[in-house]
């Protein structure tokens, strides 16, 4: 998504259309950074604060996409892991 917003002029424009026409599903679970589970390795080379920035670029895109952000609470895996499916789930009634 922060991708899209990357590029310039008729491509950004064009990818932004394409990924507000098509979405799945309006409501984007979010996993805010967490400084205390981040780590790096050989996939992930970028810094925290790298990450963060990262992370608020896509928090941008998906709005101004229209998307609901759903920002999924730090706890447990358990925890995260009920907090999502019951959503999802309530959403699928």
């Not at 950004?12 to 984007?28: F, M």
């Not at 970028?46 to 896509?58: C, K, L, N």
Request: charged share 25%; glycine share 4%.
């Amino acid at each position: 998504m922060s991708y899209a917003k990357s590029l310039k002029g008729s491509a950004r424009t064009k990818a932004l259309r394409t990924i507000a026409a098509l979405q799945y599903n309006r409501t984007v679970f979010v996993t805010p950074p967490w400084e205390d589970l981040y780590a790096t390795d050989a996939e992930r080379k970028h810094s925290f604060q790298e990450g963060v920035a990262y992370h608020r670029a896509e928090i941008a895109a998906y709005t101004e996409c229209g998307y609901s952000l759903l920002e999924v609470p730090r706890g447990a895996v358990e925890v995260r892991a009920d907090f999502i499916v019951s959503h999802a789930a309530s959403r699928e009634e």
